[in-house]
């Protein structure tokens, strides 16, 4: 790409945004350089994660083949482009149940910009029990509401009012069995008395020290508020949250336009934060039977989208070859695997979709992606959907 900078891309693209994109071919404006013992290859953008570079994996060969957010989002999320399925978080937590009965199984961190795309689809149960959807975590206090007790109903009142109100509950329950949100309905009032104490405390982010707060990024206005999320992310694995999502706000990373002034910005309120995660599980020894995904649903195209002014320049979708890396849980530190063709369009070698993905995850749990099942309209369900895939054995320490 940095030799033909300029040029006429020599083949076919596909577009997302076909009106203001261009074949004319766009250099990184940013340096790329090896990063750790390992010399993996990272852009001058993002030199905490090079920091990290000997304890993650990364995969440059990720391909969905759907060229827009909802639908690729969508597919790393549950599997299939259409909606409606139950996330990966819902089938791990139905697969594996709660480590804890303090705290909700499944926990998402939202943005305090706006929902990702497809909202809270990403964290749904589908048409599994509604006991598995994820719970969300608000951007600012309180991140939970309604955990105090009002004066008059702490203590003994608040015990009474609870137990009669769970004999109503299985009384109703036992006239309707087969309700699986009633289930959770009840499952829920449980967790929430448990909740008024665990919760306050997991988010709690006083009880860290300065350090802490000082590698995670707290300390400064660009990283501090996603600082926060990775940070109460590391408590709750502590305490035995099964699956815990950070995400950014919607089209946080769509640079269509303004890239040289957009990307950098994004980069670093992500950087520092999620390299200090990986480091602080890692000093905890908490890394290896813990899995850290950090990507989007796609890359960039090699081509300039709004051709003009240098801080005008951006580029279209691109789902057929795009990065992600993961650290910990049994995947294969310092690797870098698969690539993309010469100009960074599509994977050629090594290709990770997100069945193979999804298939390599439930793997790591113990679990084989064709046996974690659900009987749905007489028909047995899976994550991978009996799609063609694979473990990739070769991310695998």
Request: glycine content about 8%; some cysteine.
């Amino acid at each position: 790409v940095t030799k033909h900078d300029g040029e006429t891309y020599p083949g076919e693209l596909k577009y997302d945004d076909r009106a203001n994109s261009t074949s004319k071919i766009f250099a990184s404006p940013w340096k790329f350089a090896p990063r750790g013992q390992c010399g993996m290859e990272l852009s001058d953008l993002i030199p905490h994660t090079g920091e990290i570079a000997d304890d993650i994996t990364l995969i440059r060969s990720t391909h969905t083949g759907v060229n827009n957010h909802g639908q690729s989002i969508t597919a790393l999320n549950t599997g299939r482009i259409i909606s409606g399925r139950p996330s990966l978080g819902s089938w791990l937590t139905y697969a594996l149940g709660a480590e804890t009965r303090d705290l909700p199984a499944y926990l998402a961190l939202i943005d305090p910009g706006q929902l990702p795309v497809m909202g809270t689809e990403n964290w749904s149960n589908g048409w599994l029990p509604a006991l598995y959807q994820g719970t969300v975590i608000r951007p600012q206090e309180p991140r939970i509401l309604n955990l105090d007790v009002p004066a008059h109903l702490q203590g003994a009142p608040q015990a009474r009012a609870l137990d009669f109100l769970n004999r109503l509950n299985q009384k109703h329950l036992i006239e309707r069995p087969h309700q699986n949100e009633l289930h959770a309905r009840i499952s829920t009032y449980e967790l929430a008395a448990h909740m008024q104490h665990a919760a306050k405390e997991a988010l709690d982010l006083s009880k860290e020290s300065k350090a802490t707060h000082q590698m995670y990024g707290l300390d400064d206005p660009a990283t501090k508020e996603y600082g926060e999320r990775c940070l109460i992310a590391r408590r709750l694995v502590e305490r035995g949250v099964r699956f815990v999502q950070v995400f950014t706000s919607n089209q946080f990373w769509d640079h269509h336009s303004g890239l040289t002034v957009s990307l950098p910005k994004a980069c670093k309120k992500v950087d520092k934060p999620s390299s200090a995660l990986v480091k602080d599980l890692k000093q905890r020894g908490l890394l290896d039977e813990t899995i850290v995904h950090w990507g989007g649903e796609m890359g960039r195209l090699p081509v300039i989208e709004n051709d003009g002014a240098p801080t005008k320049v951006g580029r279209d979708h691109n789902t057929y070859g795009f990065s992600m890396w993961v650290a910990g849980g049994g995947f294969r530190a310092g690797y870098t695997h698969g690539a993309t063709d010469d100009f960074g369009y599509k994977a050629v070698e090594n290709i990770v979709n997100h069945h193979d993905y999804h298939a390599t995850i439930l793997h790591l749990f113990g679990l084989k992606h064709e046996q974690v099942t659900f009987l749905r309209n007489t028909q047995e369900q899976t994550l991978t959907d009996a799609q063609e895939c694979r473990v990739v054995q070769e991310l695998l320490a």
